[in-house]
């Protein structure tokens, strides 16, 4: 293979690589802060998740991120596979001693590192909301008075509670994709196609 490939650093990183291997493709990465790597003849991008689809859009060929990052970032990018791993919801929660439910949330300020999810969501139920943007440890926001409530990531819920924080509304379920640039999977099919196949059979 030849191919470039874009790989989430983070907490899907180790799965990922797993994933990977079980399917024949042994990555071996420098372990140094090169964020550019030629393994095996293969050039491979470590990425922060978010980016993962619009590396993959722009000419990556091939990436692993979760559908969280997809949806928010709506790249165009297409998806043969929906991976066995990454498994969470996108959720609002509230400071624990608030007895409300999102029908309330009129004139509210959500934090979250998903705004245009968050619009979407609230839009739909015509419930007009403000948002603050942030890049990371949205739980803070409303300890520190900045939010009423927050739209994140819960996997285990333990973020939530260390935070005295509850999850009152899911709004998507989650997973890692298998992402192909669309024009490398027409001009590349065979080898694309060949990967994808091993991949399912794990
Ligand atoms: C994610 C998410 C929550 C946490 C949820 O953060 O944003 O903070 O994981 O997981 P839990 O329900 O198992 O506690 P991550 O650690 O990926 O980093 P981030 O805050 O930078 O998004």
Known sequence: MDLSIALPKGRLMDNTMKYLKEAGIDLDLKKNRELVQSVDGNKVVLSKPSDVPVYVEHGIDIGIAGSDVLEERKSDVFVPIELDFGRCRLSVAVPEEKDVSVEDFEGYTIATEYPNLTSEYFEEMNISIKIVGLDGSVEVAPRISIADAIVDIVETGR????????????????????????????????????????????
Do not use: P
Not at 170 to 194: C, G, H, T
């Open 159 to 202: 973020t939530l509670k260390a935070n005295d924080l509850v999850e009152i509304e899911k709004i998507m379920d989650v997973s890692a994709l298998f992402m192909v640039n669309r024009i490398s999977q027409k001009v590349r099919f065979e080898e694309i196609n060949e990967l994808v196949e091993k991949l399912k059979e794990v």
